[in-house]
């Protein structure tokens, strides 16, 4: 028995096909939040400026929404317990529907 064996060779030369090194520039990604920190800063400063020099207030009044960004933290935390602990404690005020309360 005589066998041939068919082995081809695909040369592919294209920037999809393979990773090239060196990328081109930042991406939109980094665009979108160097763009965030750039809103966030403006937003403390100028705040900060109208409440403080305008308004007259004096210490953690001159941050804008102080009460917002002072509950910020439990807000986070009690989040967080949402999500990974849903089972630890049980929710108050819902109670085993018994065989004589079904309908």
């Known amino acids: 028995l005589y066998t041939t064996r068919h082995v081809y060779e695909v040369f592919w030369y294209d920037p999809q096909a393979c990773y090239i090194k060196g990328g081109h520039g930042i991406s939109i990604g980094w665009v979108f939040i160097i763009l965030l920190i750039i809103a ?12 403080g020099i305008i308004m007259k207030k004096k210490g953690n009044e001159v941050l804008p929404n102080f009460q917002f960004w002072i509950a910020v933290p439990g807000y986070i935390a009690y989040g967080a317990k949402l999500i990974f602990c849903p089972c630890i404690s049980p929710r108050p005020g819902y109670d085993e529907i018994k065989d004589e309360q079904k309908v």
């Not at 966030?40 to 409440?51: M, Q, V």
Request: net charge positive.
């Open 40 to 51: 966030i800063a403006l937003y403390f400063a100028i705040g900060s400026f109208i409440r």
